[in-house]
């Protein structure tokens, strides 16, 4: 699915801010043991972004997934980050993202329910949803606040629940007049579904890492 390059791409480099725009991306991993109302309010927020205009209806947005994400934070069981800072890096981090999910996101009905799709699926079972946001931002000292957060956090942390807990506290410090794209993707893209463990261990995915701590 992805072509990762590596965990932050040079991580010598990771928070010298040296180009125009700077790349945040996360995804989420959570098994909701067949919870349907846990899946069932991602979804419902997650679909209700498709109108919002505003940069104060997108930050009033993001705080409701994040508000979910951390709620649900004891469930996460595997994830992602990158924060790409490089000069030309960020903008094709983020078309790299955005094509591959939107490649890869079950909307075809027959991609979904109980019934397996060799080509996309490997099991019925649907303990997973999989949540990932994605932000391309204006590399300036207004966003020094979320800058930081992300910065503060420690190296032993960067794939522990406390890690994922401070990079979904970040979200809500970052002000949308200085964004120049976003997204957010659920996998799959309903709320009846879900992705299953053999799924998220198989090929695409190798990139996951566990996410560690209670």
Same mark, same amino acid.
């Given at each position: ?6 965990? /932050? ?6 928070? @010298?801010?040296?180009?125009? +725009?700077?790349?945040? $991306? ?12 846990? *899946? ?11 109108? %919002?205009? +505003? =940069? ?7 705080? *409701?997934?994040?508000?979910?994400? *951390? ?16 000069? $030309?890096?960020?903008?094709? @981090?983020?078309? #790299? ?9 079950? +909307? ?7 019934? %397996?799709?060799?080509?996309? *699926? ?9 949540? +990932? ?11 020094? =606040? ?17 890690? /994922? ?6 979200? =809500? ?17 309903? #709320? ?23």
């Amino acid at each position: 699915m992805y072509n990762r390059r590596g965990f /932050f791409s040079k991580i010598g480099s990771m928070f @010298e801010r040296q180009g125009d +725009t700077v790349f945040f $991306g996360v995804q989420f991993a959570i098994n909701v043991y067949g919870e349907d109302t846990l *899946r069932e309010k991602l979804h419902n927020v997650i679909e209700s972004g498709s109108s %919002i205009e +505003t =940069p104060t209806e997108k930050r009033s947005y993001y705080k *409701r997934i994040a508000a979910l994400l *951390r709620e649900d934070l004891p469930f996460l069981e595997y994830g992602y980050w990158d924060f790409i800072t490089k000069k $030309g890096e960020a903008d094709a @981090e983020f078309n #790299e993202w955005v094509t591959s999910l939107t490649a890869m996101m079950a +909307t075809e009905e027959e991609e979904l329910g109980d019934n %397996i799709d060799e080509m996309h *699926r490997l099991s019925s079972d649907k303990s997973y949803v999989v949540v +990932t946001l994605l932000f391309l931002l204006e590399n300036t000292d207004v966003l020094s =606040p979320f800058f930081e957060k992300i910065e503060e956090i420690e190296e032993e942390d960067y794939f522990s629940k406390s890690g /994922f807990g401070d990079l979904t506290d970040a979200v =809500p410090y970052i002000d949308f007049e200085y964004s120049y794209a976003d997204a957010s993707f659920i996998m799959p893209g309903s #709320e009846e579904d879900g992705v299953s463990w053999e799924d998220i261990r198989g090929e695409g995915w190798e990139y996951l890492k566990p996410v560690m701590g209670i």
